[in-house]
T-cell receptor
Framework: DAKTTQPPSMDCAEGRAANLPCNHS???????VYWYRQIHSQGPQYIIH???NNETNEMASLIITEDRKSSTLILPHATLRDTAVYYCIVRVASNDYKLSFGAGTTVTVRA | GAGVSQSPSNKVTEKGKDVELRCDPISGHTALYWYRQSLGQGLEFLIYFQGNSAPDKSGLPSDRFSAERTGGSVSTLTIQRTQQEDSAVYLC???????????FGSGTQLSVL
């Protein structure tokens, strides 16, 4: 099972882009990269996922390197409401319904 | 409802008592998950239901933990003879299928005194 490595915390200025890195150097060819976030006292919320190509939706963009060993989640214009723990997850291929949540990155958006 | 609903939102119990936690998934979602989150920790997978298939119970920490899903909808997580180390937030999630994104409820905060 591929594991992910994320920085434990980062700060971001309100209105600026937040770039959240994730390393997944042992990812398999058919494993997707998922991002979820968890705002304090709430359940995790799906943000975006991708396999090879970059993806964008109304919440964020996901940039995956060509070798797929790392990715970056981009919040284009961070707001105070984006303060949360962000989890980068690689979907386990053999049991692909399970999501293994690590410690994530605690992102604090400051005014 | 529009989202995953869990009840109660908070539960305080005495050590040794049994507790039941309820989850109402999003209507039509065939997959249902239970996770546990201890204070300051990541999420720990407990159990997974998919349609009429046998559930994956591989994450249940002990035989004091059990879960049911009746009629392919509502699920109940039961913890017997609660211990203080069972104190955590218990999160339920549902998805439209085994490879689809998960929608989480707000969780049940369980405190065992």
């Amino acid at each position: 099972d591929a594991k992910t490595t994320q920085p434990p915390s980062m700060d971001c200025a309100e209105g600026r882009a937040a770039n959240l890195p994730c390393n997944h150097s042992t990812i398999s060819g058919n494993e997707y990269v998922y991002w979820y976030r968890q705002i304090h006292s709430q359940g995790p919320q799906y943000i975006i996922h991708g396999l090879k190509n970059n993806e964008t939706n109304e919440m964020a963009s996901l940039i995956i390197t060509e070798d797929r060993k790392s990715s970056t989640l981009i919040l284009p214009h961070a707001t105070l409401r984006d303060t949360a723990v962000y989890y980068c997850i690689v979907r386990v291929a053999s049991n692909d319904y399970k999501l293994s949540f690590g410690a994530g990155t605690t992102v604090t958006v400051r005014a | 409802g529009a989202g995953v609903s869990q009840s109660p939102s908070n539960k305080v119990t005495e050590k040794g008592k049994d507790v039941e936690l309820r989850c109402d998934p999003i209507s039509g979602h065939t997959a249902l998950y239970w996770y546990r989150q201890s204070l300051g920790q990541g999420l720990e997978f407990l159990i997974y239901f998919q349609g009429n298939s046998a559930p994956d119970k591989s994450g249940l920490p002990s035989d004091r933990f059990s879960a049911e899903r009746t009629g392919g909808s509502v699920s109940t997580l039961t913890i017997q003879r609660t211990q203080q180390e069972d104190s955590a937030v218990y999160l339920c999630a549902s998805s439209a299928g085994r490879r689809e994104k998960l929608f989480f409820g707000s969780g049940t905060q369980l405190s065992v005194l």
